[in-house]
């Protein structure tokens, strides 16, 4: 008795058959900026300090709309990318974790620092910037990717979560 004789002879089929994918492939973008930034974002950099952040970015007060950045930064605190999660209305935006997590993924970010701007000029936290934060954090510990602070920049100062004992 063999396999043959038990089962049968096994008649292969001679069409073949069409499986239909789909693929995700990273896709990253370079803009070159046209103006001299060296003096405010150099090749490098570790940032370490909040201060560091707010002089970055104070920029974001020339903007009329809020706007939510998160930098992606290595293992040692250097920005690897930026990416500009949300551009909202007057004075809100609407951010989810999946916006911010999925380019930090992408980026291969060890940590992000979270950068929006109150176009009012008053760094104050609303509690819909507190409860974001929090949510980011608790999402970014999921995926492995700390969020090292949040900091929202004003009119001439900014507030920082981590200095203020919010993170």
Not at 103 to 126: E, F
Not at 133 to 162: C, N, P, Q
């Amino acid at each position: 008795m063999t396999i043959d004789t038990l089962f049968g002879i096994e008649e292969v089929s001679t069409k073949s058959r069409t499986i239909k994918l789909r693929q995700i492939k990273a896709v990253y973008e370079t803009l070159i900026v046209k103006e001299d930034i060296a003096n405010y974002l150099k090749t490098g950099q570790r940032f370490t300090a909040p201060s560091q952040i707010y002089e970055t970015f104070s920029f974001l007060m020339h903007e009329t709309k809020e706007m939510f950045i998160t930098a992606h930064l290595d293992g040692k605190n250097r920005i690897i990318c930026m990416d500009l999660v949300s551009i909202g209305s007057l004075n809100q935006s609407i951010v989810h974790p999946r916006e911010v997590f999925k380019t930090a993924c992408l980026s291969n970010a060890a940590a992000v620092i979270l950068i929006h701007q109150h176009p009012t000029g008053d760094p104050t936290p609303s509690s819909e910037d507190i409860s974001i934060t929090r949510r980011l954090k608790e999402a970014g510990e999921i995926m492995g990717i700390k969020v090292l602070d949040h900091i929202i920049v004003g009119d001439g100062e900014y507030l920082s979560f981590v200095e203020r004992g919010l993170l």
